[in-house]
């Protein structure tokens, strides 16, 4: 008889703290990415030929696309904030 008692004290507790459990909140909405980010950067330039007047070309090319790259990664940063 004394077991039904605790039995009977934890259902109460069990049912009693289902109706003060809050409703699960509303399922999250993942903000898009903003439109800066969605850009691809260019490309990296594929050197063509060995000699030095070539490839200070294509360094010059190859710095110069980084820094685009650079430029749309602080862009993306900047909208995200």
């Known amino acids: 008889m004394h077991y039904a008692?605790?039995?009977?004290?934890?259902?109460a507790c069990l049912?009693?703290?289902?109706a003060t459990t809050p409703p699960p909140?509303?399922?999250?909405?993942?903000?898009?990415?903003?439109?800066?980010?969605l850009t691809p950067c260019p490309p990296l330039p594929i050197p063509t030929a060995g000699d030095e007047l070539a490839v200070t070309l294509w360094t010059h090319d190859?710095?110069?696309?980084?820094?685009?790259?650079?430029?749309?990664?602080?862009?993306c940063r900047a909208a995200k904030e």
Do not use: F, N, V
């Open 15 to 18: 049912t009693s703290a289902c």
């Open 25 to 37: 909140s509303a399922p999250r909405i993942t903000l898009q990415r903003p439109s800066e980010c």
């Open 5 to 11: 008692a605790h039995r009977a004290l934890i259902a």
């Open 62 to 75: 190859l710095i110069e696309a980084a820094g685009i790259c650079r430029r749309m990664h602080e862009t």
